[in-house]
Each structure stands twice: as C-alpha cells, then as structure tokens.
C-alpha cells in the first residue's frame, strides 16, 4: 500500500505571533512556506489564507494565495473565499488546497472497496466503517 502525507495548516494569512502587540504582528508568508516545505506533503490544506481588510473586501487576485501558488508551483492548487459580508471583521478568510503530482492519480471505484489503513502516532488504524 502507498502511503502519502497531509499537512492541514491555519495560517492566518502568513503572521506571525506577538504576545505583546499582536494586532501589530509582521506578516512573513516566507516562514509560513518554510514550514509548509518542511512537512513534504502531498495534500495541503489551508485556512485563512487571505486578510480581510475592514468592510469585507475580497481582493482579486488574493494576494497570498498567488505568491504561494508560484512558490509551490509543482502543486496543482485551488482556493476559494467564503461569501463576500461587510460586517467580516479584519481577520483570516479563505482556503486553498495543493495537490502534488503524486495524488493526481484517480483511483475510481477501486479505493471505495479496499479497506485501507493509516498510521497515527506510530499506530496503525482503521477508519471505522459504516
């Protein structure tokens, strides 16, 4: 059986964390590409991608989602920003998905029989079945 990594990361739009003026914190979307590197993944799931400025503006083209489109260019990727509303307050919004060439195989009605199993905590598992 293959095996392939999923890394699921909220990265609240690439800034960092500052105990005494986190409203103020810089945003480096270099470290948050350093550590999404780091885990090798073959899926990545992200959260809050985006910063909403005040009134809910979305910005076209996200910003972040670009710059890390072309940093992982070897990933196929998709984002998406919830419903636009003005009362969104200036925080994370939006979610992008990268998939490497490694999960492009469709693996059709083969993968709903097999019963497959995974690794947690140097366990294996089973996921439980209906």
């Not at 103020?24 to 780091?38: G, Q, S």
């Not at 990545?44 to 670009?66: A, D, H, K, M, S």
Request: charged content about 25%; proline content about 9%.
């Amino acid at each position: 059986m293959s095996t392939f990594r999923v890394l699921q990361f909220n990265m609240q739009f690439g800034q960092m964390w500052d105990d005494t003026y986190p409203d103020r914190a810089p945003i480096r979307l270099e470290y948050t590409l350093e550590e999404i590197r780091r885990h090798k993944a073959d899926l990545i799931l992200l959260q809050e991608v985006e910063q909403t400025p005040p009134g809910g503006v979305q910005l076209q083209p996200p910003p972040n989602f670009t710059h890390l489109q072309s940093e992982l260019s070897a990933y196929d990727s998709w984002f998406s920003y919830p419903k636009a509303d003005v009362r969104e307050l200036p925080f994370g919004v939006g979610l992008a998905i990268f998939r490497s060439p490694h999960c492009a195989q469709p693996c059709g009605s083969t993968c709903r029989r097999r019963r497959s199993s995974l690794s947690f905590s140097a366990r294996k598992r089973r996921p439980l079945t209906a």
